[in-house]
């Protein structure tokens, strides 16, 4: 078999060509890959590097699911707290201040603590080698740092930057805060949510959710878009445009038939039965979308007659006379527990289901049984579990590759080699000063039983090579420990910093 090799640029890559073997038969292996990816031929995005400036939920959700998907995400954090949603507890991992909360949107990417006034060149750096550039500040915040799609175009052409905002970059609310509920409150769904006597907030962050899922979709198309033109784009998604438009019906009856929309709980506005019941033990729920559905409800419930009744016969009269027949089912359903009814409808061809509870929902057969939750091994913490990709893919691995890092557990990894950095590293501290920055000496939090790396050493102090710390004290950046050479030395002032102490772009729910 002859055997013959040739250099091609993988498609949506800024930097760095493969080696590729190309063989009679037309199939081919990758000799070497891309600097800084975790490549398998099953991971779609294993070519794709991403910067991720965002926290909380929106942003980082978009970038857990290109990371599943094979994306190499660097989670840029601020030095010392890092993103919100670390301390959003109890519950907290165990020896570890990250909360739980933290685990939900950020497994398979790499932390780095930058401070992004004082390490603008380092992000510089690492935008010029990544292929997306995802942020989640109010429209301007990065703009005047230089981090703006304007300044970053012109250094790395071929980026796709993508900005999750509350309101959008256009309109009087631009540069308002935006808040997962004020989305909800604002776009409707608070309205439409609930019972009839007062609206309810969803249990989760759905508009953040939604946002996000916007956010990875349009990421993908301009991925595909930058194989034809060469070049990359900016993305703009924000909360209340994807609010309003996951009204879905309810938007549409209103702007087609000026139909006002009201709360029903768990029912369904055009579609009855199409609710919760209360049993002996719970609640459990049934749609029976169709005429046949409703017809093999009753024959079930040993009340097919109720079919025949004129007020019945269709949905169109269901819907007419929706008390009545509540009334009757509910009657009917309280008789008997979840289990019963579980078992009752285990064949037949309409949707149902009980109301459960967290315990219920990770102990029920099927979620166990089709793998949906992964452990994971977190660098402090031990064994942690996530609920992993819900999407299968025939010829795609989503296997999580690693759990949610600690705060700057990659700094050093990721930014060893870059320029600005190596140039911070190598600044010699002045004469009369006697304390090394060094790389080593720093623990992580007091969390680590070995001494790691200082998750904030790329945090530049107004003279970088001073320290106003004694030995054992405080480094005035992570408040950490510093190695000493001599203990004489006089103090600095620790560096103001926090462009991240800004208005947010996305909900603390």
């Not at 038969?25 to 031929?41: A, D, I, M, P």
């Not at 049934?286 to 016969?313: M, T, Y």
Request: glycine share 6%; proline share 6%; net charge neutral.
């Amino acid at each position: 078999m002859s055997v013959s090799p040739s250099t091609v640029n993988l498609p949506g890559t800024n930097s760095t060509t493969i080696t590729q073997t190309v063989e009679d038969n037309g199939q081919s292996r990758f000799l070497h890959h891309k600097q800084f990816s975790t490549y398998t031929e099953s991971s779609p995005l294993s070519n794709i590097r991403v910067l991720d400036l965002t926290r909380i939920i929106a942003g980082p959700y978009c970038t857990q699911i290109l990371s599943d998907l094979g994306a190499d995400v660097i989670k840029v954090e601020k030095p010392v707290t890092g993103d919100e949603s670390r301390r959003w507890g109890p519950p907290f991992l165990q020896n570890s201040t990250d909360s739980v909360y933290f685990l939900a949107c950020n497994r398979n990417k790499r932390s780095v603590c930058i401070d992004l006034k004082s390490g603008l060149d380092v992000v510089y750096d690492l935008a010029k080698t990544c292929d997306v550039l995802i942020e989640n500040y109010v429209p301007g915040k990065l703009d005047k740092l230089g981090l703006g799609y304007n300044d970053l175009k012109k250094i790395a052409p071929s980026l796709i930057y993508c900005s999750i905002t509350g309101f959008g970059s256009q309109g009087p609310y631009k540069n308002r805060a935006g808040y997962d509920v004020i989305a909800a409150s604002m776009g409707g769904l608070l309205h439409i949510t609930g019972e009839k006597k007062a609206p309810s907030k969803v249990g989760v962050a759905m508009t953040d959710i939604a946002t996000g899922l916007y956010a990875h979709g349009a990421i993908l198309a301009a991925l595909l878009q930058r194989q034809k033109s060469g070049q990359g784009q900016k993305i703009d998604v924000d909360l209340l445009s994807t609010q309003i438009s996951c009204l879905i019906n309810v938007g549409v009856n209103y702007l087609n038939a000026n139909e006002e929309a009201s709360r029903w709980g768990t029912e369904h506005v055009s579609i009855v039965p199409y609710a919760a019941f209360k049993t002996k033990d719970g609640f459990f729920t049934i749609g029976a979308g169709s005429d046949d559905q409703f017809k093999e409800l009753c024959r079930i419930l040993d009340v097919s007659k109720l079919s025949e009744n004129p007020k019945f016969v269709n949905n169109q009269q269901r819907v007419k006379h929706r008390e009545e027949l509540k009334t009757i089912l509910s009657e009917i359903f309280e008789r008997e527990t979840n289990e019963y009814w579980n078992s009752k409808f285990e064949k037949v061809a309409f949707p149902y289901g009980p109301i459960n509870n967290m315990q219920q929902v990770f102990n029920d057969r099927h979620v166990k049984e089709i793998g949906l939750v992964k452990t994971l091994k977190h660098s402090i913490a031990g064994d942690v579990k996530v609920v992993g990709s819900p999407v299968v893919y025939s010829d795609i691995s989503t296997e999580p590759r690693s759990a949610p890092p600690s705060l700057g557990q990659h700094t050093d990894e990721v930014l060893k080699n870059s320029p600005p950095t190596l140039r911070l590293r190598l600044h010699k501290p002045k004469a009369e000063k006697k304390v090394q920055w060094t790389e080593t000496t720093v623990d992580n939090e007091g969390l680590n039983k070995k001494k790691s790396k200082c998750c904030c050493i790329y945090v530049k102090p107004k003279e970088f090579g001073e320290s106003s710390s004694e030995s054992e004290d405080d480094c005035e950046n992570c408040y950490g420990h510093v190695e000493m050479k001599k203990h004489s030395h006089e103090p600095t002032d620790p560096p103001t910093n926090d462009p991240n102490d800004s208005e947010k772009a996305e909900s603390p729910t």
